[in-house]
């Protein structure tokens, strides 16, 4: 009995082992790349002030001081009635529109992200601890929090005061989550304040699962369903919940891959768009962040295949070789923004350590890791890769 025992979970003890000795060497991989660049920013970061959403005010806003408040980006005045309602233009992004609390929102993401790279790689306590200034201010400090909801996000001037599209903008918040999981453990973490950050985030997961706008990105069937998945899966797994944690997994399995991705691994709603390679650089990288975060010994999301065989290593085989020689892209450019990507995406890191593919991961070496064009960084949420290990 002992024997047949051992003969059966042999295979799972060795897929255990290779994957536990994969993951330190694809780390120190990826920390001997990116160690100089994250110590210098963490080291700006140690002197920065923390700009909330209180910083700034629109009078275009529904909302008051501590709401999230943004304008949809393709939405221009109409020429023919310029004080009536916006009109569209899809992929051409209106500079006009009102940004200021998407930039305050993706500085403090990058600040959380460097500050807990950089308390990863040298176990420094002042990286851990002005996180936490930063986190405060955001989450709890009643005289600058943001209020957990996305009411008022992606707004159009005379059509709406806000959309359920607009909670695509809360995925700069998954670095903030994830760098608050990794710094728990930090001399001067407070186990009073954890609990006030997690009560926070809980308050937003409970939004956004209840709300019609969150209801409605839910179940959005292109990039922004899977964000929708992917910013829950983040937050969820911050605090400890669970049931969602499982409800986005039977969303990966059971609506993302086999609503959205072609059976040759391409994602159609995302090639119909005026930048059909930034959106699917875009939605691979969500799908392969769902992976990273949901997968676990019980349930690997890498390895999960539909019954007609879509996976996530299908995506990854499909745009590699366009990330590789943008030239190759056989469709459309896109309208705006083609020359900035690809940039170091994070789909090629955690999909080669998840299968063993050496070329991606040279690939993600060789590209960019420190982007400054604004839209790109915007569409980039995980620029800090190491703490998501």
């Known amino acids: 009995?002992?024997?047949?025992?051992?003969?059966?979970?042999?295979?799972?003890?060795?897929?255990?082992?290779?994957?536990?000795?994969?993951?330190?060497?694809?780390?120190?991989?990826?920390?001997?790349?990116?160690?100089?660049?994250?110590?210098?920013?963490?080291?700006?970061?140690?002197?920065?002030?923390?700009?909330?959403?209180?910083?700034?005010?629109?009078?275009?806003?529904?909302?008051?001081?501590?709401?999230?408040?943004?304008?949809?980006?393709?939405?221009?005045?109409?020429?023919?009635?310029?004080?009536?309602?916006?009109?569209?233009?899809?992929?051409?992004?209106?500079?006009?529109?009102?940004?200021?609390?998407?930039?305050?929102m993706i500085r403090f993401s990058r600040i959380m992200g460097v500050l807990a790279s950089a308390y990863l790689l040298t176990k420094e306590d002042k990286?851990?601890?002005?996180?936490f200034v930063h986190a405060r201010a955001w989450l709890v400090d009643t005289a600058t929090r943001m209020n957990p909801h996305m009411l008022y996000a992606q707004a159009i001037k005379g059509r709406f005061t806000g959309r359920g599209i607009g909670i695509i903008d809360m995925?700069?918040?998954?670095?903030?989550?994830?760098?608050?999981?990794?710094?728990?453990?930090?001399?001067?973490?407070?186990?009073?304040?954890?609990?006030?950050?997690?009560?926070?985030?809980?308050?937003?997961?409970?939004?956004?699962?209840?709300?019609?706008?969150?209801?409605?990105?839910?179940?959005?069937?292109?990039?922004?369903?899977?964000?929708?998945?992917?910013?829950?899966?983040g937050f969820a797994s911050f605090t400890?919940?669970?049931?969602?944690?499982?409800?986005?997994?039977?969303?990966?399995?059971?609506?993302?891959?086999?609503?959205?991705?072609?059976?040759n691994g391409g994602f159609p709603k995302e090639l119909a768009r005026t930048k059909p390679y930034g959106y699917s650089l875009f939605n691979l990288d969500a799908m392969a962040m769902i992976c990273q975060i949901l997968s676990d010994r019980k349930q690997n999301l890498w390895t999960f295949q539909t019954p007609d065989q879509r996976s996530i290593e299908k995506g990854i085989r499909f745009l590699y070789p366009y990330v590789a020689d943008k030239q190759r892209w056989p469709y459309k450019q896109d309208v705006m923004y083609w020359d900035d990507w690809p940039v170091a995406q994070p789909f090629l890191l955690f999909g080669a350590?998840?299968?063993?593919?050496?070329?991606?991961?040279?690939?993600?070496?060789?590209?960019?890791?420190?982007?400054?064009?604004?839209?790109?960084?915007?569409?980039?949420?995980?620029?800090h890769p190491l703490i998501w290990f």
């Open 240 to 263: 400890g919940n669970k049931a969602l944690l499982d409800t986005c997994r039977n969303r990966y399995r059971n609506i993302h891959l086999p609503d959205q991705m072609a059976a």
């Open 353 to 383: 350590m998840a299968f063993r593919k050496k070329n991606w991961l040279q690939t993600w070496k060789q590209l960019n890791h420190v982007p400054v064009v604004p839209e790109i960084i915007r569409n980039l949420p995980v620029r």
């Open 127 to 131: 990286y851990a601890e002005q996180a």
């Open 1 to 104: 009995m002992h024997m047949k025992f051992l003969l059966a979970i042999g295979p799972i003890l060795l897929l255990i082992h290779s994957v536990q000795a994969q993951m330190p060497g694809v780390f120190k991989e990826a920390a001997a790349v990116l160690r100089t660049s994250v110590l210098q920013e963490a080291d700006s970061a140690l002197t920065a002030k923390p700009v909330t959403v209180t910083a700034y005010r629109s009078a275009r806003s529904a909302g008051g001081p501590h709401d999230f408040f943004s304008e949809g980006d393709y939405w221009w005045p109409d020429p023919q009635n310029p004080q009536g309602p916006y009109i569209q233009r899809d992929g051409m992004t209106n500079p006009d529109n009102f940004v200021e609390h998407r930039i305050a």
């Open 171 to 233: 995925i700069q918040f998954m670095e903030v989550s994830q760098a608050l999981k990794k710094l728990e453990s930090a001399r001067s973490a407070k186990p009073a304040e954890y609990a006030a950050f997690r009560h926070w985030f809980d308050e937003y997961l409970r939004w956004v699962t209840t709300h019609k706008y969150g209801i409605d990105e839910k179940n959005a069937l292109n990039n922004h369903g899977t964000c929708w998945t992917m910013q829950v899966a």
